[in-house]
C-alpha cells in the first residue's frame, strides 16, 4: 500500500504556501489562477454533457467527450485537435465503444471502463493520461484526479510516495493507488482538506522545486 511519504515535506510545502498566499486557496491571486480553469464551470459541464441517460445517442455523447476535453485548460493545445480528430474520424462501431468505455468510466464498473478506454485509444497511438482521466476526473473532481504526467512524476519523486512506480501507459491499479495517495496526501494537511483534488495537485505542483 501506499502511505509511505515524506510529510516532513509536504507539512514545508503548505506552510511556505500559505505565508505566501495568506488564506489558501481563498486568497485573491489563487483565485484569479484558478479563474483560468474554471473549475465549476468544468464540473457543471460535466455533470451536464455526462449525464447517464445521455449514453444512449452515441453521436451525441462522443460530441460531448470531444467538447469536454477541448474545453479543459489542463489538456494541452497540441493534445487537443488529435483528440478532436479521432473522434470525427472514427466509425460508429469505434465510437460505440469510445462511449461504452465512458460510461463504465464514470457510472458503472470503473476498472472495465478504464482498461476498455485505454486498449482503445492505445490502437490510435493516443492512450494518453490526460485523455482517460479528464471526463472522470471533471464529473468528480472531489473525489476522483486527473493526471499530468510531468507533475505526476515531481510528485511522487519530491514526496517520496513509496510504492508508486509512473508509467506512461495509463494504468488503472497505479491510478488507484496515486489516487489514494493524493487523498492521504490531503488529509495530512491542515488547512487544503477541504478543496477539490484538481485544487490540491496544483498545489502540489507549485511546490515541486525548479528543475
Not at 504556501?17 to 484558478?34: L, T
Not at 457543471?44 to 455526462?50: D, E, P, S, T
Not at 461504452?100 to 464514470?106: F, K, P
Request: glycine letters at 4%; one cysteine or more.
Amino acid at each position: 500500500m501506499v502511505y509511505d511519504m515524506n510529510l516532513n515535506r509536504l507539512k514545508t510545502a503548505e506552510s511556505n504556501f500559505m505565508d505566501m498566499y495568506p488564506g489558501g486557496f481563498g486568497n485573491p491571486v489563487m483565485e484569479q489562477i484558478a479563474k483560468k480553469h474554471k473549475p465549476e464551470k468544468m464540473r457543471l459541464m460535466a455533470q451536464q454533457l455526462l449525464n447517464e441517460n445521455l449514453f444512449a445517442d452515441v453521436e451525441n455523447m462522443t460530441k460531448n467527450i470531444n467538447k469536454l476535453i477541448c474545453a479543459s485548460s489542463m489538456v494541452s493545445v497540441f493534445e487537443k485537435p488529435k483528440f478532436r480528430d479521432f473522434t470525427r474520424d472514427i466509425d460508429y462501431k469505434t465510437k460505440q465503444i469510445l462511449v461504452e468505455a465512458h460510461y463504465d468510466l464514470i457510472h458503472g464498473d470503473q476498472r472495465k471502463g478504464f482498461n476498455l478506454l485505454v486498449n482503445l485509444l492505445e490502437k490510435y497511438r493516443l492512450a494518453k493520461w490526460t485523455y482517460v482521466t479528464a471526463c472522470l476526473f471533471y464529473y468528480r473532481p472531489e473525489k476522483e484526479i486527473f493526471i499530468k504526467p510531468t507533475t505526476c512524476k515531481g510528485v511522487i519523486r519530491f514526496f517520496e510516495l513509496e510504492g508508486l512506480t509512473y508509467r506512461p501507459l495509463p494504468d488503472y491499479d497505479f491510478y488507484v493507488k496515486y489516487r489514494k495517495a493524493l487523498n492521504e496526501l490531503k488529509k495530512q494537511t491542515s488547512g487544503l482538506s477541504d478543496v477539490d483534488n484538481g485544487a490540491f495537485s496544483g498545489f502540489l505542483m507549485m511546490s515541486l522545486p525548479e528543475k
